[in-house]
């Protein structure tokens, strides 16, 4: 099996790199941040309890990302491998999901590190949401929150994935397709 974490802040270039990585090596894509807008449109409790964390640029709870990805699994047993794309964000994320995959016998390959400068996210992500309708994308108040809880919460993974000798940066600034070779360099 091929596990790849696809890794860094809000409009590195994840869900785009995914859909490349995805083709290329048949891996199932898993990406917490679409299941759960995907829990909010078909107005769900989950969805219903994430959207103002969501809104606002906050974290939803461990317990429900971690048992949407335990499901996730669960339901593509068979898959080649997966990319698991915003998910981890947190330590207890992290240690949640070596759990889970070492039950199935398997683990996380590599961690891909998406490297690129806050204003070029910040213009990325105003850019994205006049036509995302993404209410996290519309508002740079709340772009900065999310930037700022990267920092804060998810940025020490680089460190849990470092110890593990699993974490490689990649340049995140180039063409889609300078992007998808420097990952598929790494990935081998
Ligand atoms: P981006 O990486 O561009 O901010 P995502 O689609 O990955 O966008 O996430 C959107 C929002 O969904 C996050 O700001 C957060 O509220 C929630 N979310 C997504 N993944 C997680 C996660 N693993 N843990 C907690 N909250 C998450």
């Given at each position: 099996m091929l596990n790849l974490v696809l890794f860094g802040?809000?409009?590195?270039?994840k869900g785009t790199q995914s859909t490349n990585l995805i083709e290329k090596y048949n891996l199932v894509h898993l990406s917490t941040g679409d299941i759960l807008r995907g829990e909010v449109t078909a107005q769900t409790e989950l969805g219903l309890k994430a959207k103002a964390l969501m809104d606002a640029g906050n974290l939803v709870p461990d317990e429900v990302v971690i048992g949407m990805i335990n499901n996730k699994l669960e339901e593509n047993k068979n898959a080649n491998g997966f990319i698991f794309d915003?998910?981890?964000?947190?330590t207890a994320q992290a240690e949640a999901l070596d759990k889970l995959l070492s039950d199935k016998g398997t683990s996380i390959n590599h961690m891909l590190a998406l490297q690129v400068p806050d204003g070029e996210l910040i213009k990325r992500l105003l850019l994205r949401g006049k036509d995302s309708g993404r209410a996290d994308d519309a508002n740079e108040e709340v772009i900065a929150n999310r930037i700022k809880t990267y920092n804060d919460k998810t940025a020490p993974l680089i460190n849990y994935y470092q110890n593990l000798g699993k974490y490689t940066d990649i340049?995140?600034?180039?063409t889609v397709n300078e992007i998808f070779e420097r990952l598929t360099e790494v990935i081998g």
């Open positions: 802040p809000p409009g590195a270039g915003g998910f981890p964000r947190t340049e995140g600034v180039g």
